[in-house]
């Protein structure tokens, strides 16, 4: 079998999952995959959380320390700051032949329309929704085991609950708009077998 003909145009792909769903590890298994598997075509990562981070790190305006204020005290952005980052990102990046991997970006329902029509803009066919899901016992468990200092009980709960407040009606917003392929991925797996029903389900 030529996996290499479900690639013939780029690939576009936006993961979703609460804390603790192992999320970013399929992310990157994802990208070795594209990256093995189609060499000539880069894969553009766009992850929201790092592209804030070097925001933060490098921007000494006045909003950029308004938004590290922000982030240091664990508030929430306004949804016009997550939104300039990733759409700056692609801005300067998308070429049109590039495989998009998306990881936490268009976490609020407002997002999901602006992410709605970069995808059109750019003329991305079928994105794949890729929902890792799992449950919140199940999350707070493999969290608790990890022994981080600020994986608590109460933080934990506080995160898996603003991903079904917040998160839920974003992953709504795809699930239900016939332009996406949606995966709903039985995330309470071994990584290996987590990433084998991805790569079934998207078929390339």
Known sequence: MNLYIGMTKPQTFV???RSGSGKGTQVDLLIKYLSEKDPKRK??????????REFVAKDKSYTGIKVKDV??????????????????????NITGDEHIVCDGVARRAPEAPVLDSAFNFY???????????????WAMERLLSRGRNDDTKESIKKRSDWFDENVRPAIDFFEKNPYYKFHNINGEQTVEEVHAEIMKAIKI
Request: hydrophobic share 45%.
């Open 71 to 92: 982030i240091d005290h664990g508030g929430l952005l306004p949804e016009f700051v997550p939104i300039h980052i990733w759409a700056e990102f692609m801005f300067k």
């Open 15 to 17: 993961f979703y999952g």
């Open 123 to 137: 003329n991305r066919e079928s994105p794949h929704i890729v929902l890792i899901n799992v449950s919140p016992e």
């Open 43 to 52: 894969s553009l990562h766009v992850e929201t959380g790092r592209l804030l």
